[in-house]
């Protein structure tokens, strides 16, 4: 089986697509600090030691509704739009439960890693976390190089095909004596059966 971390291990813009989606998540919650602190203080609660605890829960509630209805109206947070990034419906466009169901592990940074882990450790497109999946949405750049889907749908296809299968004639046939990438003129190394994959850019050829 063919994980996410199978798929990121030599591609370079799906690692910097998590980088992207890292770096927008740490923005979003730094903003939902904030907010959460601002509403503490015009609540008038004291900082107790309790508090301090539940701070980082409380601010994780913040940032799970901020995220769902800034995805369900934009289809972005403040962070993803200053990182070029979109949440997209698989099925159809994007509805409010979908939003509140990918950004449930928001409600702490311990769910997040461990939904972000699971998605990648388990078979499918490497852009999406495990709840992702449950709510059929991913999330993609803007603009995102145009093979990265290609290089998702060849690469689960040769590790889903049954052994001794022949292999794709059409695609065996684009890649005849190509000796280095279409893409930025990396070097190319075996992708299963007659792809060849950059080095480099990660693109399937």
């Known amino acids: 089986m063919v994980t996410g971390f199978d798929l990121i291990h030599n591609n370079r813009p799906l690692q910097k697509h998590w980088i992207k989606r890292i770096i927008a ?15 503490i203080w015009l609540l008038g609660i004291r900082f107790m030691p309790s508090l301090l605890v539940n701070f980082p829960v409380f601010a994780g509630i913040i940032q ?27 099925k159809s466009g994007l509805s409010l439960y979908e939003t509140i ?27 999406q976390r495990y709840l992702d999946r449950v709510a059929n949405t991913t999330v993609t750049g803007s603009p995102e190089p145009k093979h990265i ?12 095909e ?29 992708a299963g059966g007659a792809l060849m994959r950059c080095m480099d850019c990660g693109r399937i050829q």
């Open 149 to 160: 889907d290609r290089y998702i749908r060849e690469h689960l296809r040769i590790h889903h």
């Open 64 to 90: 799970v509704f901020y995220s769902a209805i800034c995805e369900y109206n934009n289809r972005q947070t403040f962070g993803k739009l200053l990182l070029d990034l979109k949440v997209e419906g698989l």
């Open 25 to 39: 998540f740490f923005i979003d919650l730094f903003l939902s600090s904030i907010a959460a602190y601002i509403i």
């Open 101 to 127: 169901i990918r950004n449930f592990s928001k409600i702490h940074g311990l769910l997040v890693f461990l939904d972000m882990i699971v998605g990648l450790a388990t078979r499918g497109d490497p852009r």
């Open 162 to 190: 049954p052994r001794g299968a022949p292999p794709n004639e059409n695609i065996e046939q684009d890649n005849i004596q190509i000796n280095s990438c279409e893409n930025c003129d990396g070097q190319l190394e075996p």
